[in-house]
Each structure stands twice: as structure tokens, then as C-alpha cells.
């Protein structure tokens, strides 16, 4: 099987350039190599600390960022709201072992636009990674039809949803509805609870009937 380096010119597409942050070795190499094998995305950067990170990250300005939450000094959770306050347009994914409530809604208030629990189903695992960065297929996009009539969600709280498919940023959703960040935030927290998913990926996929 030809690899991403292998394919002729006219065959490749330029690789999101993603940085990964997570204490343990082992995980940081594994993500890599996912990475290196799935032909939409290339590792630019990985590190063991939130220091570290912060440091090291801002001058490659990456697309995408994968950060653990709970390592030894910063957290990843404080490391990607620093993160986002220095690039704001970077994709902030989340790879963690811990999902309960709280951590979740830690996360939620940095911006992150998607969670992935630990350990890694590597299909989903891409198939998230591909749509947080608008890298996902055709097919992704149109399998099932809208079933907007399953969950009733409300104007404010649709307009949300409809910003999070389009790939806007927290803030332009927020000028979009007149309304702060906060305020956005707190509006994808109650869909994200009626609609019983843990980040903006799955809210998507759900709201337009595929999953």
C-alpha cells in the first residue's frame, strides 16, 4: 500500500500540521504514527509538558493541537487557553482517559472543539480529527438526512449548531448572535446535553442524523 510519501504529485494534498502534547511517551509515538499513516495529517511537533508546549507551539502555527488534560505542572486544559489566546484560529482536540462532567466542561470553556476518550478507536479517533479540520469526505458529510425533528433545540441554541457545522470560531458565532463567548459556550453545553454528546463533533454528527 503506497503511503502519503508515495503518492505521485498530483495525488497529494497538503497535511495538517499537528502538534501533540501527552506526558507519556508511548502515546505521543502511537499518535504520531497515526498521524503519519492516514495521508491527511503530519506531526510537527510533540511534547511532554504544557511548558514545554506553550514554549515550543506558537512559532510553528499549527492547524491542529491534541493535548492530554491531566499531566505533571500545567495542565492540558490551562496549556490550550493559553494556546488559543496566542493562535486563535488552532483546532484544539482533546485526548484523554478522563470524561467525567466536570473535566468536560473544563475543557469546553477553553474553546476545544472536540474531546476523544482514551484508549483510541483510531478510525473515530481520524474520523474527528478529519472534521474538526474540514478534512472529512463527501460521503461523511452527506450520509443521512437532517432529523433536526429528534432533539427540539431552540433559535439561539440552532444558530449554535448551525455555526459549529459551518466550522466558525466561538467568537464568530458569537457576533453572529449578538451575544459573548460565554454566552455561546453556555448555549453548546445545554445542546451538548440534549443531544448526549461530549464535544461539537458528535453534537454535529448527531444533529444532522448521522449517528
Given at each position: 500500500?503506497?503511503?502519503?510519501?508515495?503518492?505521485?504529485?498530483?495525488?497529494?494534498?497538503?497535511?495538517i500540521?499537528?502538534?501533540?502534547?501527552?506526558?507519556?511517551?508511548?502515546?505521543?509515538?502511537c499518535?504520531?504514527?497515526?498521524?503519519?499513516?492516514?495521508?491527511?495529517?503530519?506531526?510537527?511537533?510533540?511534547?511532554?509538558?504544557?511548558?514545554?508546549?506553550?514554549?515550543?507551539?506558537p512559532?510553528?502555527?499549527?492547524?491542529?493541537?491534541?493535548?492530554?488534560?491531566?499531566?505533571?505542572?500545567?495542565?492540558?486544559?490551562?496549556?490550550?487557553?493559553?494556546?488559543?489566546?496566542?493562535?486563535?484560529?488552532?483546532?484544539?482536540?482533546?485526548?484523554?482517559?478522563?470524561a467525567?462532567?466536570?473535566?468536560?466542561?473544563?475543557?469546553?470553556?477553553?474553546?476545544?472543539?472536540?474531546?476523544?476518550?482514551?484508549?483510541?478507536?483510531?478510525?473515530?479517533?481520524l474520523?474527528?480529527?478529519?472534521?474538526?479540520?474540514?478534512?472529512?469526505?463527501?460521503?461523511?458529510?452527506?450520509?443521512?438526512?437532517?432529523?433536526?425533528?429528534?432533539?427540539k433545540?431552540?433559535?439561539?441554541?440552532?444558530?449554535?449548531?448551525?455555526?459549529?457545522?459551518?466550522?466558525?470560531?466561538?467568537?464568530?458565532?458569537a457576533?453572529?448572535?449578538?451575544?459573548t463567548?460565554?454566552?455561546?459556550?453556555?448555549?453548546?453545553?445545554?445542546?451538548?446535553l440534549?443531544?448526549?454528546?461530549?464535544?461539537?463533533?458528535?453534537?454535529?454528527?448527531r444533529?444532522?442524523?448521522?449517528?
Amino acid at each position: 500500500m503506497a503511503t502519503p510519501r508515495d503518492r505521485p504529485p498530483s495525488q497529494r494534498r497538503e497535511l495538517i500540521r499537528v502538534c501533540v502534547v501527552d506526558d507519556e511517551a508511548e502515546i505521543r509515538a502511537c499518535i504520531q504514527e497515526t498521524l503519519e499513516l492516514s495521508g491527511d495529517f503530519i506531526c510537527v511537533g510533540s511534547y511532554c509538558s504544557g511548558e514545554e508546549a506553550l514554549k515550543e507551539i506558537p512559532p510553528l502555527v499549527p492547524e491542529l493541537v491534541l493535548l492530554d488534560i491531566r499531566m505533571p505542572g500545567m495542565s492540558g486544559v490551562e496549556c490550550a487557553r493559553r494556546l488559543k489566546q496566542l493562535l486563535p484560529a488552532l483546532v484544539v482536540v482533546f485526548v484523554s482517559a478522563y470524561a467525567d462532567p466536570q473535566t468536560m466542561l473544563e475543557t469546553l470553556q477553553t474553546g476545544a472543539d472536540a474531546f476523544v476518550v482514551k484508549p483510541l478507536v483510531i478510525p473515530q479517533f481520524l474520523t474527528t480529527l478529519r472534521f474538526v479540520t474540514g478534512r472529512h469526505s463527501a460521503r461523511e458529510m452527506n450520509a443521512g438526512s437532517i432529523q433536526r425533528d429528534r432533539v427540539k433545540l431552540n433559535n439561539r441554541e440552532a444558530a449554535v449548531m448551525e455555526g459549529l457545522a459551518a466550522g466558525l470560531l466561538y467568537k464568530e458565532i458569537a457576533d453572529r448572535l449578538r451575544v459573548t463567548v460565554c454566552v455561546v459556550h453556555k448555549l453548546q453545553h445545554k445542546v451538548f446535553l440534549k443531544l448526549h454528546v461530549t464535544n461539537r463533533t458528535e453534537a454535529v454528527q448527531r444533529w444532522f442524523g448521522r449517528v
